[in-house]
């Protein structure tokens, strides 16, 4: 077993280890420049307050006080360095690989081997690559990490009967409901588990009833708790008849994210009709033998089909009607649901009564772990190419701050993400202003200079980006010895330093000035947009 968890670490370590110098992206500015600071026990107040205040312009309904503690204690190795915080996210990800390898073989009851398979190929999934990757994508890890654990716990509670395992289970459920809410479906999750794969109705006997009732209890109590700090529960008022037609739709994204790890259909059909046709070989191969094995063969039933792939997958993402944009990292969880149904495709063929069979799954299990690694190092390169951009990005702005007259006016045209066709990247998107002051910056850049940027990279609402462009301009135009106004781009593929100023270029003061004259949020971006076509030149 130990060294079956040894090639399961070594699957979710490797193609992670290139990140570990890979720059802040996105929220990552945000949310460190909040937490690093913070005084040690300052996690405990957001059992009853939104983990990140008012950040983006808003006050948010999100109570994650243990993710914000793993932010303090990376912060803790030194707030502007990025290793850190990615060693803790290889980290949580290596423990869910091990507790999918875990569940398969303790819960599921999968061979060693099959078991293996299973761990490994969550392990190197791309649709992890934003989750892993990406700082903030520990949004999804860490849940994730205590909603396996608490089920685990709770399987092997039933198990084995130790009433220690029982109260780990909900001590674990507890820090998953205040890691992330979808945590609400864990009741769900362990009832049809006994209905499932223990063949129990929940209902069978007052033993099993009064297992629930602490859960029921803690899932009340914190939608509870929502009602009364937000008033709302599970976003209710966001779940209109279109948002339900929409969520439906996306299920197909859903599913190709999944298979694929990516979002586009057009760039990545060749990669796509590798992935299904590997699928559906596999699993027809599979259930093929399946339905022919005897009743009560160890974990070759179709209960434990039906529970770990559809039921898993419904619990994992119904959470995610609430939520208003998709992402891969929304799937982390429901990706373990595959990861074992593909451990116990591999378990029937490897003893199906045909020797094609036991070498055809062989083969496909080797070809799917190739196909999902290479993948995966491939998207891992595209998040470390825009992460060395954005560190690029942010030397190049301290550098023109600290070198330009104090007053200067500094237009960043900057994209929220990446250029990358085939993967969603993060790149400043939300970060201003926090990406120009400490821990990232000197405080000197700020007090020296005055910012515009286009309102995607900006942390909050329109409204408030407006406001904050018309004072920017104001305050520059105020000024008697008027300072230049210098624009800053970025070439997305050699990362060099676009540099334009109304010295060279005189008409860009007046093209800034006209800005001050938008009526609305939305005429400000549109002429700001127009000032940077004319700024460029042909």
């Not at 803690?218 to 976003?235: D, H, K, M, P, S």
């Not at 009709?273 to 009560?296: D, I, M, N, P, S």
Request: charged residues 10%.
């Amino acid at each position: 077993m130990l060294l079956v968890a040894f090639m399961v670490c070594v699957a979710a370590v490797v193609p992670f280890l290139s990140t570990l110098s890979g720059y802040f992206l996105g929220d990552d500015f945000s949310l460190i420049w909040l937490f690093w600071q913070k005084p040690p026990l300052h996690f405990l107040t957001l059992f009853i307050s939104p983990w990140t205040e008012t950040i983006f312009g808003y006050r948010t309904d999100e109570l994650r006080p243990f993710v914000e503690l793993s932010y303090q204690v990376d912060a803790a190795w030194g707030a502007a360095s990025p290793t850190a915080y990615h060693v803790s996210n290889i980290i949580f990800h290596a423990v869910n690989a091990l507790l999918v390898l875990t569940i398969a073989r303790r819960v599921v009851g999968l061979s060693l081997l099959a078991s293996c398979l299973a761990g490994m190929l969550f392990a190197v999934m791309p649709v992890h690559v934003e989750t892993v990757a990406w700082i903030s994508g520990r949004a999804d890890s860490i849940p994730t990490l205590f909603y396996l654990s608490s089920f685990l716990a709770y399987a092997t509670w039933r198990q084995k009967s130790a009433g220690w395992l029982y109260w780990a289970s909900l001590v674990l459920f507890f820090c998953a409901l205040f890691s992330k809410q979808s945590a609400i479906t864990m009741l769900g999750t362990l009832a049809l588990y006994d209905g499932l794969i223990r063949r129990k109705l929940p209902w069978a006997s007052w033993g099993d009833v009064l297992g629930y009732i602490p859960y029921a209890v803690l899932t009340i109590g914190y939608l509870g708790l929502r009602v009364a700090l937000f008033q709302n529960a599970i976003r209710e008022q966001t779940l209109t008849t279109g948002r339900l037609v929409e969520f439906w739709q996306w299920q197909g994204t859903y599913l190709q994210m999944l298979v694929s790890g990516f979002h586009s259909v057009r760039v990545d059909l060749i990669i796509m009709v590798v992935a299904v046709v590997l699928y559906v070989f596999f699993l027809y191969a599979a259930f093929t033998e399946l339905r022919q094995a005897k009743e009560g063969r160890g974990p070759l039933s179709w209960a434990a089909v039906l529970y770990f792939g559809p039921v898993w997958w419904t619990v994992s993402v119904v959470p995610l009607v609430a939520t208003s944009y998709l992402s891969a990292r929304h799937l982390y969880l429901a990706s373990a649901g595959l990861a074992i149904v593909l451990g116990l495709a591999f378990e029937a063929l490897r003893y199906a009564r045909r020797s094609l069979w036991r070498y055809a799954g062989a083969v496909a299990s080797a070809g799917l772990f190739l196909g999902y690694t290479l993948s995966l190092l491939w998207a891992v390169g595209q998040w470390n190419g825009v992460a060395a951009l954005s560190e690029k990005m942010s030397r190049d702005v301290e550098h023109e701050a600290m070198a330009a007259p104090a007053g200067s006016l500094l237009i960043l045209d900057v994209p929220p993400a990446g250029a990358t066709p085939r993967v969603w990247t993060w790149l400043w998107g939300f970060s201003l202003p926090y990406a120009l002051q400490p821990p990232f910056m000197p405080a000197e850049v700020t007090e020296r200079i005055l910012t515009v940027s286009a309102p995607e990279i900006y942390c909050c609402q329109l409204l408030q980006w407006y406001a904050h462009t018309q004072r920017s301009i104001a305050a520059w135009s105020a000024q008697t010895a008027r300072p230049p106004v210098i624009l800053l781009a970025w070439d997305s593929s050699t990362r060099s330093l676009i540099r334009q100023s109304d010295v060279e270029h005189p008409s860009l003061s007046s093209l800034v000035q006209s800005l001050a004259g938008a009526p609305s949020p939305r005429e400000l971006d549109i002429l700001l947009r127009a000032v940077l076509r004319q700024a460029y030149g042909p």
